[in-house]
């Protein structure tokens, strides 16, 4: 960053923190995300640290404004992000809900990223650096907080992107029969996360598989907690935990993970939850059925031919 240009950044930050016109405080820190994204990574880390104090800034616009900035500029200059991180942490308890909002749209696009960059560092060189083992450190930190968003008061909508985060959490961490055991040069080179975690067989210095296995599986049962809860939830947040497709898609792929949740807490189900799960479970489309793998939730209601007899009334 020359020195114009950092001049000018420390200025428009300086105008975010203390201008009087929200519209201009907005439109400086756009600017200043600008050169910020677009400067060389060490030479932006200088500045990190006046870029986060808008965390404090009394407007919601701004805050959330903020962690759009956190998201484009973190990424882009990862290596250095770690100062950032405590931001997303703080502005998840928001008492504004656009901003716990963002906080986890922002911290979800980042949590994949550093996964995927934890796995492919380690691929590509054999070790993995300390920044990013603070940053991994990080991310745990924010996925335990946002799952106990999901039992906190506050905002349905809130609460929502907690559960479609829990979700890809689950997902992210189990193993998926069909990927590669190593990540393909495609995966490496693509833009968006593609993490896989059967790229950790052979072990890995962060990761471990069993560990991330075992999350998705307490991840799992936190989202069948809630559908046992689900005559508590505010209605929106109660459809989409029964009717998450996600987690639909989850229960196909790997029904040996879901018969062994469900075996765990199936005196704790009632009937209709049971019919609930059965409801995720079959996801519209005929040629993912299998009655090998209903015949399991099937017990639950005391026989597998009115699973299916529930699949054929649907389907129809």
């Not at 240009?5 to 519209?23: I, K």
């Not at 639909?248 to 792929?253: A, D, E, G, R, V």
């Not at 079959?282 to 939730?297: F, H, S, T």
Request: charged residues 20%; contains cysteine; negative net charge.
């Amino acid at each position: 960053m020359s020195g114009p240009s950092r001049e000018q950044a420390l200025s428009l930050l300086a105008q975010a923190n203390n201008h009087g016109d929200l519209a201009v405080k907005l439109s400086s820190l756009k600017q200043a995300k600008g050169i910020l994204a677009s400067c060389d990574p060490f030479l932006a880390a200088e500045l990190f640290p006046y870029l986060v104090e808008l965390q404090y800034s009394p407007e919601a616009l701004v805050r959330k404004s903020l962690l759009e900035a956190v998201e484009e500029i973190g990424l882009k200059a990862l290596e250095h992000s770690a100062v950032l991180m405590p931001v997303l942490l703080a502005l998840l308890h928001d008492n504004d809900s656009i901003v716990a909002r963002q906080s986890i749209v922002s911290g979800t696009r980042i949590f994949c990223s550093i996964l995927l960059e934890l796995s492919l560092q380690f691929h590509r060189r054999g070790i993995v650096e300390r920044w990013l083992e603070e940053l991994w450190t990080w991310m745990l930190k924010f996925k335990d907080a946002v799952f106990g968003n999901l039992w906190e008061a506050g905002s349905t909508g809130t609460k929502l992107l907690a559960l479609k985060f829990l979700e890809t959490c689950i997902l992210l961490f189990t193993a998926d029969p069909r990927g590669s055991e190593k990540p393909s040069t495609e995966a490496i080179t693509r833009s968006e996360p593609a993490f896989n975690i059967s790229w950790l067989v052979g072990g890995h210095p962060i990761l471990d598989p069993v560990a991330l296995t075992s999350e998705a599986n307490r991840s799992l049962g936190i989202l069948l907690d809630l559908l046992g809860s689900s005559n508590s939830l505010p209605g929106p947040l109660a459809i989409s935990v029964v009717n998450c497709k996600q987690f639909s898609l989850f229960l196909f792929l790997f029904p040996d993970n879901v018969n062994t949740l469900i075996g765990h807490q199936r005196n704790l189900l009632k009937e209709e939850q049971a019919f609930d799960i059965i409801n995720i479970y079959v996801y519209p489309r005929a040629d993912q059925v299998l009655y090998a793998e209903l015949n399991g939730i099937g017990h639950m209601l005391g026989t597998a031919e009115l699973v299916v007899q529930i699949w054929e009334i649907g389907d129809n």
